[in-house]
């Protein structure tokens, strides 16, 4: 009889096993390899998505900062409209209300005779005023130019006798303001009550009010 000779790798249990372990092993060793790596760049990816979101909280804020700042700058201060009202009032004054004709230096400075000149004659116009205005001389019933002359004495007469003299910073930007505001109240008040009297007193009021104001002398009393 032939007998047939079986190879033992082939139907060996011990050594199929031995031969399947490493690959069992190595098969392990790299699917956990791949799951931690996995792991790894889910959390990095993770990571990466979240960190963006801070991102357009601080541009917000960044943003609404600018704006703060430049609607801090765009508004006027106080300061701000005072010098430009003061720069119009004083480039209004200086081209309509009378001025020297010459260039040299006013020789009404304070101590002079035309100094005391210009002052006597801006006080006395402005008490002659009130007395055609209130029609104590040359009485009449009617409106005429005596009285509407005392009613406009004050921008007439006072404020340009004034003016005309060396006289300091603030009496001169108040003596500005009411070459300008006098005749408003001129024109306003008659729609209101038809007084040639009134005027003048408010005039008056004015004219002393602004003194006050730009002199100090209220500050001075307290």
């Known amino acids: 009889m032939k007998t047939l000779i079986i190879p033992t790798s082939l139907h060996n249990p011990t050594i199929s096993k031995l031969s399947l372990k490493p690959f069992i092993l190595s098969n392990g060793l790299n699917s956990s390899q791949y799951r931690r790596k996995g792991v790894r760049i889910i959390h990095a990816s ?65 101590g002079t005779a035309l100094y005391t000149v210009f002052e006597v004659q801006g006080y ?66 008659p729609f209101f009550w038809k007084s040639f009297a009134v005027v003048w007193s408010a005039d008056t009021v004015a004219f002393f009010a602004m003194y006050a104001w730009k002199l100090g002398w209220l500050r001075k009393t307290e």
Request: net charge negative; charged share 25%.
């Open 46 to 110: 993770s990571n990466e998505t979240e960190t963006p979101l801070a991102e357009p909280e601080e541009t917000k804020q960044l943003e609404h900062e600018t704006k703060e700042e430049s609607n801090i700058s765009s508004k006027p201060t106080s300061a701000d409209i005072e010098k430009d009202l003061k720069r119009v009032v004083q480039k209004t004054a200086a081209t309509f209300a009378p001025r020297a004709s010459t260039a040299t230096k006013n020789p009404a400075v304070p």
């Open 124 to 189: 006395v116009s402005l008490l002659l005023g009130g007395v055609l205005s209130f029609n104590l001389i040359f009485p009449s019933n009617e409106p005429d130019i005596w009285r509407l002359m005392g009613m406009w004495s004050i921008w007439m007469f006072t404020i340009p006798s004034l003016r005309a003299r060396d006289c300091s910073k603030n009496e001169k930007e108040a003596l500005n303001y009411l070459f300008l505001l006098i005749p408003l109240l001129n024109v306003i008040i």
